[in-house]
């Protein structure tokens, strides 16, 4: 394989991915789709695409094109992403892989099935600071994490959010599918992906629906949600996510203790003992486009060079725990993952 | 009634009471109480306290006596408040109320059997930020309170640790029921004592027991715990604390989120939108000692001047979560509370 | 009225003008006029103006313009604006509204005949800390103010300063005029613009001349200035402007103190009681341009959808203190004005 | 003369004055005099004073005493240092000279015919701050200062006031005489004590009367209150005083802009421009208490080693003032001062 | 002489003093040459420069040309300089001015002979903060300085090198030829340009060659250098310079203490005694580039406008010094200067 | 041996040391020796010494005295150390060892003869932050040391300084001795101690013999240093000390620049990469008395239980490096140490 030709549904964040793929020596982009034909040929212009469909079945169809990019509003990522499994096309598709866990059961399954790379698009872990810790942990210096806290909160994006993502047949759900389903995964990926078992959570919708009302527009998801989320080891992962909420100040965090030492990111910092004394460490890291790393990473396990990090389970298990947060709310006590 | 006579019983932080008693206009320090004599003997000539005894049997039986405060380790906190409740005494009992729920319950149904004040000694309530923010919330500026976070963490505190705190038998927990005991308190009075019904949480010992081997101590409680408790009102909790892990730094804080505004405690400040612009509160408020504030209420309730605010209740409903910690921990599910 | 036509008179602060104009749907710009044609045209091209004209005659006569905005040196405000008015224009002139009171009442006067919209540019108050401030003023949150400072002053501008604005006969004044006038009429617009009754004031010219004789230019108007304002409703204003002077750095400012609340603009701060605790209130704000805001309402007021909140009257008032504090640094005494 | 023997008039801030004369070489304390025999007898033995009066005459006819400091409720000043001019002691007298200027003027010319040393107790001249820029300008590295601002305002100090200072019969006055005739001398005094000939001032007594109305309290002097003073040099100097309004924070300050350069005192600075550029100074100075070096001048005048910095004609000037700003806000003009 | 036609050599930092001679209103770049010509056009074309040479014999013997800038790898300086000269144009020279003292003493020589102007490109002198503190220095503000300490250190920047900068025989050292040269030059200039006369020293490669190798690339030049430098005048310097090192952050800095006054550049203070207590004197000063500074005064000088300040002999007492310290790390002991 | 009973000669510095054994519960003060009774008096007063001696020959016969600590004048550390070893005392002798490297070096030999433990007191060396970094060094965290930079400046300390210090025949030196002895030591031994080869550097007296000369004092020693020394290992440690200099701020520092990572002391942090990034550790440590931690190393010596750390060798290495300094001065090149 020479250069990978690869084919992007969706203009929005889709043009994220054409930026970071122009960069990419190993790629070219064959096709952009979209519904709004004037926004994908924008796009084509920019980047100097040759080809603009409008449905995706023409590009799965199309047999000059190697890997796919899924970056739709999220009901469409399970059908588009298995559909382009089954035309033996490579998938990188957009967070969250599924509106829920039974959808991207069968993604994660088709995937299986085709052979082909089935990659979730968890940009946070290919930033630089995310990939430094990443090697202290893995070379020990945290020794066994058995207890993270992750989040991200808003004081308000409500006047940011438009179209699709209020609508939860559309988006699947809120901040927690928007925001915490990043940190969420970050959490369990620099703790190795030991999978969730047991899951408490509580979601609510105290402003949003207020706020769209006046609006005249329809807002039916969660506006903040938390979730208490005991891991096969033993270990536990405690997360909040927010789009707005009487909060101090926007906050995203991941912090991580375990036996040998401790960890925040934003800003990364290790904490450990050394010759007896507490030392808080602060590496310098390269500020690298986590999207641009991340589509390289794909680009390079599409030609074999490299073995995939960010897995369709990955992304599995994450709507498993969303699943289970709203089941919580609802029954009042955790739940089980199966 | 004239002067409030009050008796001690244990001379640690019973002389943080003995010296807020000595400030207090409406009392006087009628007795001390100690094992060690001769650890009682330098309170009372510190504060000159007239009687001094060594079995809190004979200050229970003491006449002249009008209330007691009980300030000894964890484990003779439930029988020497009851013993003084059936003597007729009003009893202040530091907090925690008992060593676990159905010790607590006991000693609420003797303070109810007893009609004398029974008060569980919550110092934190009695700060100068905390009355101010308690002000504001109960006028209103933050609304209906939906969502809190609450802990106090210590990257390293072991070595400050003595006696009788590590072992499970004479605390009932470590830093649960020494730390966390406060601020769940402190987060479920601000939002009003809503009862908490379902408790999911995690327990860990992975330094303390290490730690105290070396030194040829036992250590048999946990070091972190962190909690996800729902209340009868929809709530959420989220807790946690810890004597020693590896964290940036040592923390103690709540925050609340609430419909109209929000609040952080550690620092004071509160978080609203006035004329459709977020705004940032932040209040100036008297530094006064929470131990001397609280012991002055206690006073005022025994004069009848005052209702108690921080009751054996409050107490016994801490002590269930702290209950349901351990079990959840056991069982990996969440537990609910009666 | 479909779109409101604008001509502008004046290509040095015009160009800010036509910039806001053309992020304005209601309106568009018909003609732009200067003396110098050159810089006219260049105007004209930047923002497809389809007509020039070099004698503002020529666009007071333009029977297709509707609105007028005069933004040319200080002596011509006047003449043009009443000109303009007398032409049936609606009319925003720049600040300061004429080059002394007795000119400024005939420009008020000759508004009040036309019946169409006269207003003075003081854009600072239409910037987002301005409008938010006011609206907790208007809400009560400062009960009455009874004492204001106001000042805006630099420490090194005379390179700065080009051209007419060192010549009185052109400008009028110095940094009173250019400067004072802004904070003045923003501390007057904050209290809800009770009438300046009587002036002390200082003026000095300690640095310009000499520093300008150097360089072969004229400078005639004083360089630093302060006066005390007294108003109808019995409050106090404070105020000073300066280009240069040996102070700390460059500095603009607006304190306000009421019976229920103080406030600080630049940057803006609440200072209030609360519960019986001081607490500063520190507001978000949208950073909105205050020149583009103030050329919208124009353009509202024209329309007959807004009421003019900054009229040819509150720049007359303004015009009147300045006057009085010349006349107070002859006299060494106060001025009453009529 | 070997040791100068001073008596002290009143135990409040005399106390201060005693530390200070205890560490003072060339001075011993002969004599304490307070209405308050226990609180005299109290100083008395804390600085080992060997006489204790009770009636001030009985210390003015005291031939052993030297010297003597009035340090009485302001109502007192001007009879008691008249009285001992009168009877051929050397006075300092605290700030204010007297409760007003007719006063004033009479101690003045009591201490001229006197031929003794009289000297008004400006403690603030002698802070090693002030002394440090006085030589700065004295050496003319500010040039010609023509422009000061100066005040000390409060955002809450009500709580602190006691006793007569809040009656205007044994006052005088409220902030402007407490703390306004501190920074209105220090700035008159850096600028070299030129005459003050024409004031404007507004007083103001928003919050006080309801403040103290509520305690049950009489409040009769303002609040607030600020002036704009033209000085005979053609400079002006504006002044503000307050004990509590709606203010950012506490803040004295005093600042000074001069054609050579400019200066802050609170914190030490001076601006300045070398070689073609603006230079700010900050210089290092001793922390030396006021109080003391005061003092210590007071005796080095009366032993006749030094000129007195800080008359008795100065008081009446500040007066003077303070008068002028009372009338003109009764008048709401400028007032002459003769 | 009209516009002084000027010849560039080297297209790489040649870039930066075509642009500052674009600037530069006396001058016009008359040509360019590089044995790159892919290079040298694009330079040409962005400057609209006429000609474009490849080989600088090309360029000397061009009668059209008065002046010469040399900016190549640094064993070029010396030979196109010095045939510069002989061809009758004034040259600047880049630093350093050669490969080592010998060299530069035949640069000088050939200057002398010349009678044109020749300066060495020490751009740093030409800042804005430089040339005020020259001037504070010249004026007596530090009296006799004695003592120095400059430096120029970076954590990690052999990344950032390419080419020629590691190999001793195209660059004729490492850090110290390249960084050292700066800060050296930078503190004997502003001490008035004292001979050095005996030097001891230390280069270290410790870091270099092992990171090179690593990268198959040859690194033969010091990483990290250190020396102290006696000067005829009795003061001392000491300097260090590093490309690469375990040291906190990058940080260039010069420091001279002197018997009135000391000085930090970077960031600029004066430190003296005023009337008796050190003061901190903070200028502001203009934010020139260093580079377009330095050519102005080169053209100034060549047009008879101004005298050189940054003469051949500058440059070549540097080399000596950086001789020296190699020779010291050689010999272990200092080194005298002829 | 029970306790050490140790005798301090000097009741200056001397009373440090007191305090310091007063906590050592091996040791106990036997005797207080100072040629001012009064002083030893008092000092035995408070420390409840026994034995008060006025002469050193009484103290070094005292057949009860186990150990002595010299802590007297400089003058006067060599001959009552060697008398002390003589009389078969372990000995802790006051930095600096001797007035010179000859006396130092018979103070070596004594010791070396006595087979006593002869200790300098190096007290930094003994601090929480100097005793952490050590460990960091030996375990190899630093790799090979080959650069060092320390110094101990002050802006302003000629006013603190009394009696001998500024009196060579008393002292041996001016700041060199007093500071730069520490920091030069401190340097050395986290060097691991290697030997000294050669030094060049430059001493002066600027400042001193004018400011001392006002006061009628002499002052013949320098008021400022600086060297750079050559180590047997093919490091340099560059090092500067003063009393009194137009520096920022007073400053005592030790940097250090190793092969694997480098480290400053005063703060206390490491730069290091890790995983190929740099890094920043920050340590926390105990804020111990360096003092009372030199002491207890001294009476662990003398009881067999520990290895001295703080040799007279090591203080004969100091010695000869100033020696070398001063010489340097007068040669105006390098001093090999043989």
Redesign the interface.
């Known amino acids: 394989m020479d250069k990978v030709r690869v084919g992007i549904i969706g203009s929005g964040i889709g043009g994220l991915h054409a930026t970071g793929l122009s960069k990419c020596a190993d790629a070219q982009i064959a096709a952009i789709c979209d519904i709004d034909r004037t926004r994908a040929s924008k796009l084509a212009e920019d980047h100097s695409i040759p080809t603009v469909y409008t449905e995706y079945q023409e590009l799965t169809s199309d047999k000059s094109v190697d890997a796919i990019v899924v970056a739709t509003p999220n009901k469409f990522h399970a059908p588009m992403t298995i559909a382009a499994l089954e035309a033996g096309k490579h998938v990188m598709c957009e967070k969250p892989l599924a509106m829920n866990a039974v959808e991207a059961a069968k993604v994660v399954e088709a995937g299986a099935k085709s052979g082909k790379v089935l990659m979730t698009g968890f940009n946070n872990r290919f930033r630089g600071d995310s990939q ?1 810790l990443k ?2 942990i893995e ?1 020990g210096e ?1 020794g ?1 994490i ?2 993270a ?1 992750t989040g991200w909160v808003r ?2 994006c409500f006047h940011m959010l438009g179209g699709w993502f209020m609508q939860k047949d559309l988006s699947g759900g809120g901040p927690l599918i928007d925001l915490g389903v990043h940190v969420l995964d970050l959490a369990l990926w620099l703790m190795g992906n030991p999978k969730p ?2 899951v ?3 979601s ?1 919708a ?2 949003g629906p207020q706020f769209f009302k006046k609006k005249g527009m329809v807002y039916d998801v969660e506006d ?1 949600a ?3 989320v ?1 891991l096969e080891n033993g270990a ?1 992962v ?1 997360m ?1 996510a927010s789009w707005q ?4 100040k926007d906050e995203a965090y991941t ?1 991580l ?6 960890a ?1 990111l934003d800003p990364l ?1 290790i ?2 003992d ?2 007896g ?9 390269d500020q690298v486009s986590g999207h641009e790393m991340e589509i390289r990473h794909f680009i390079s396990c599409v030609k074999g060079e490299s073995q995939c990090i960010s897995t369709g389970e990955h992304g599995l298990h994450v709507m498993q725990v969303l699943d289970a947060i709203y089941e919580s709310t609802r029954t ?3 739940v ?1 993952i199966a």
Chains 1, 2, 3, 4, 5, 6 share one sequence.
């Open positions: 430094l090697k202290f070379d945290l066994e058995y207890y806290k004081r308000r078992v047991s408490m959570g509580s609510y105290m402003l903040l938390a979730a208490f005991k536990t405690v909040e909420s009487h909060v101090a912090k203790v375990g036996t040998e030492g401790g925040d910092r904490y450990k050394m010759f004394s507490p030392v808080d460490i602060q590496p310098q890291f009042g006590r955790s089980d």
